[in-house]
């Protein structure tokens, strides 16, 4: 939403506060049929309209960032839907996108590597889950070279 003014001071930029990239975790994005209720209930109640107004898969325009997901389809805590829903809107709108689901692992997993493992939590190194971090990394080569230096001549 970096491109509506509304939600900024007057004056503002508008073109500075766009992101380069987006690259999102077992994202939550909806407040549908697939919503983590907890997080709406926190955000707007059971205000309907406030709720639907955090819907971010109806708001993908082209002007949304290119975008890296990522999501384990055994999350319980988050339904993997969010990160489908938002990926077939970037897709609908034509923005550079790539989606990883992985078939096990729970929420909130982070690099799923031993130095983040929380076992009292189920969160565990996972060799497979934890090449979401390679694969946004060369994603974000990809969507953002480097830029190239200058010759002196």
Not at 22 to 45: E, H, K, N
Not at 72 to 84: E, L
Request: charged letters at 20%.
């Amino acid at each position: 939403m970096w491109h509506r003014a509304e939600f900024f001071p007057s004056g503002t930029d508008l073109s500075l506060q766009k992101p380069d990239a987006l690259l999102l975790s077992y994202p939550v994005i909806t407040s549908g049929d697939y919503a983590r209720q907890g997080s709406f209930d926190r955000l707007a109640g059971q205000d309907v309209e406030k709720r639907a107004s955090f819907s971010l898969e109806k708001f993908v325009t082209n002007k949304t960032p290119p975008t890296f997901l990522w999501h384990t389809i055994a999350d319980k805590t988050v339904p993997v839907q969010n990160s489908m829903l938002f990926f077939e809107e970037l897709l609908r709108f034509g923005v550079t996108a790539e989606l990883h689901l992985f078939p096990f692992g729970v929420h909130g997993l982070s690099l799923a590597t031993t130095e983040v493992s929380q076992p009292e939590k189920d969160r565990l190194p996972d060799a497979h889950v934890a090449q979401w971090m390679p694969l946004a990394v060369q994603w974000l080569e990809t969507v953002m070279p480097p830029a190239q230096p200058q010759s002196s001549d």
